[in-house]
């Protein structure tokens, strides 16, 4: 049995290209791209919303991507083309992988990443 339960990728993307962090279908297809790249097995098809469009400077693209392991959540922004995005599994997989795909999909101008390992409190 592995030491955690689960890997938690967290990134905060600033500055993509924003017609590529606009484009519902440049997301959804980005979105299985990522599947691939780190491993996984969708559940289902990407969700891809628009939300937020009572506030400017937050509405954007909500992708929900469920995997067979977890889910992947992000939301991009419009007004900035910023990009906050959770990859959570189970499974392990490569952190390096999933950020290397945003920079070829989005160029941003930065990524800050958190890398967690997720282990419930034992009793």
């Not at 007004?79 to 499974?91: E, H, L, P, Q, T």
């Amino acid at each position: 049995m592995a030491d955690y339960w689960g890997y938690h990728l967290i990134l905060d993307v600033a500055g993509c290209d924003k017609n590529r962090a606009t484009d519902p279908e440049h997301i959804r297809a980005f979105a299985k791209a990522l599947v691939k790249e780190i491993d996984m097995i969708p559940y289902g098809e990407p969700q891809v919303v628009h939300f937020a469009d009572h506030c400017d400077e937050k509405a954007g693209w909500t992708l929900i991507q469920l995997i067979e392991t977890s889910n992947i959540m992000a939301h991009f922004i419009d007004a900035n083309g910023d990009v906050y995005m959770d990859i959570f599994s189970c499974k392990p997989f490569e952190a390096e992988g999933a950020i290397d795909l945003i920079k070829k999909w989005f160029e941003p101008q930065h990524i800050s990443s958190h890398y967690l390992t997720r282990k419930a409190r034992q009793y």
